[in-house]
């Protein structure tokens, strides 16, 4: 059975903490990614990784970086957090398909995390 | 960059009644996935279409993609409460490397 976890399902955060929010998944994916989902704007692409050490900026990179030093280990890192950064961040992986074929994804539960 | 839109945002149907929601990218796509996240869930893969055209069905749940590969619908036939959730389409550009951009998501709601 297919799983994606993240390390936690709330969080709250003061303004300017580093926060990290971690995701592994046991399915040996090659692709790993982050998104951040808010009500009326689906969910927005922060970054995604298709190998170790490696990461394409998505739609939304400012403020976040990315590490992925193992292969079943993806971490997002908010380096100063903010209010607006409030939101609920999604982890998910996928198969290394044909290239601009993409896969299907399976996601973790999410994190709720709070800035405040 | 590649935008994906989807409509309507909210739906509310009587159940039995069809539901349909579509989704339009900005850009050519090379495949459409569809999701279903349940409240206070997290999106769960419905299908995968590929093919300029293609149909696929899934008992009372219909996918289509456009000609064109730019648009795709999903159509629910004869609606049940375990069908409420938000409906999410997600492209592949065709330009891409397995960057997958997720459509808005259209909400539905099944009034028993």
């Known amino acids: 059975d297919v799983k994606v976890t993240q390390s936690s399902r709330y969080l709250v955060k003061r303004t300017g903490e580093k926060v990290f929010l971690e995701c592994v998944q046991d399915?040996?994916?090659?692709?790993m990614f982050w998104y951040r989902q808010d009500p009326g704007l689906g969910l927005r692409l922060i970054y995604f990784s298709y190998d170790v050490k490696m990461k394409e900026k998505g739609d939304i990179p400012e403020g976040y970086s990315v590490s992925r030093e193992k292969k079943e280990r993806f971490s997002l890192i908010l380096e100063s957090a903010s209010t607006n950064q409030t939101s609920m961040y999604l982890c998910?992986?996928?198969?290394?398909?044909?290239?601009?074929?993409?896969?299907?994804?399976?996601f973790g539960p999410g994190t709720r995390l709070t800035v405040t | 960059g590649q935008q994906v839109m989807q409509i309507p945002q909210y739906q509310h149907v009587q159940e039995g009644e069809d539901f349909t929601t579509y989704c339009n990218s900005s850009t050519t796509l090379s495949n459409i996935q569809w999701y279903k996240q349940r409240p206070g869930g997290h999106p769960v893969f419905l299908i995968q279409?590929?093919?300029?055209?293609e149909v696929k069905k899934q008992k009372r749940l219909t996918f289509q993609f456009g000609e064109a590969k730019k648009n795709s619908s999903l159509h629910i036939t004869a609606t049940q409460t375990t069908d409420v959730g938000t409906y999410f389409c997600?492209?592949?550009?065709?330009?891409?490397?397995?960057?997958?951009?997720f459509g808005t998501g259209t909400k539905l709601q099944v009034i028993p």
């Open positions: 997600a492209g592949t550009d065709s330009g891409g490397y397995q960057k997958v951009t």
């Open positions: 399915m040996d994916h090659e692709n």
């Open positions: 279409l590929v093919k300029s055209g």
């Open positions: 998910a992986s996928s198969e290394r398909g044909l290239a601009g074929v993409g896969l299907e994804q399976y």
